[in-house]
Nanobody, 125 residues
Framework: VQLQAFGGGSVQAGESLTLSCRGS????????IGWFRQAPGKAREVISC????????DGLDSVKGRFTTSRDFAGNTVYLQMNALRPEDTAVYYC???????????????????WGQGTEVTVSS
């Protein structure tokens, strides 16, 4: 499954962006999808995961209340709605596909077997 994350860009602090993640194969809709980010010089962080039943799990305290993960009705596209962006949100954002419809260990990058190429988000103060 090839994943494509897109929607990144450069914004001012306080603005919003919506990232999207799509897969190249029909099996995408049968997989839980996770969002991660990695800032320059920092470790990768798990943001969230959404199951095939549209249940979301949030993994990053610093974005709770500002970021929302969702999946369209058909399951073909997963979104990361990012509001009230801060300079510390600057990073490359990745989506990743879990082999199963519900991730057993969504916080572990090793859980996911396919990764998108990443989309860059830059937030200026």
């Amino acid at each position: 499954v090839q994943l494509q994350a897109f929607g990144g860009g450069s914004v001012q602090a306080g603005e919003s962006l919506t990232l999207s993640c799509r897969g190249s194969e029909s099996s995408f809709v049968q997989r839980a999808i996770g969002w991660f980010r990695q800032a320059p010089g920092k470790a990768r962080e798990v943001i969230s995961c959404v199951s095939t039943s549209h249940r979301t799990t949030d993994g990053l305290d610093s974005v709770k209340g500002r970021f929302t993960t969702s999946r369209d009705f058909a399951g073909n596209t997963v979104y990361l709605q990012m509001n009230a962006l801060r300079p510390e949100d600057t990073a490359v954002y990745y989506c990743a596909a879990d082999p199963y419809g519900s991730s057993a260990d969504y916080e572990s990058a090793d859980t996911y077997d396919y990764w998108g190429q990443g989309t860059e988000v830059t937030v200026s103060s």
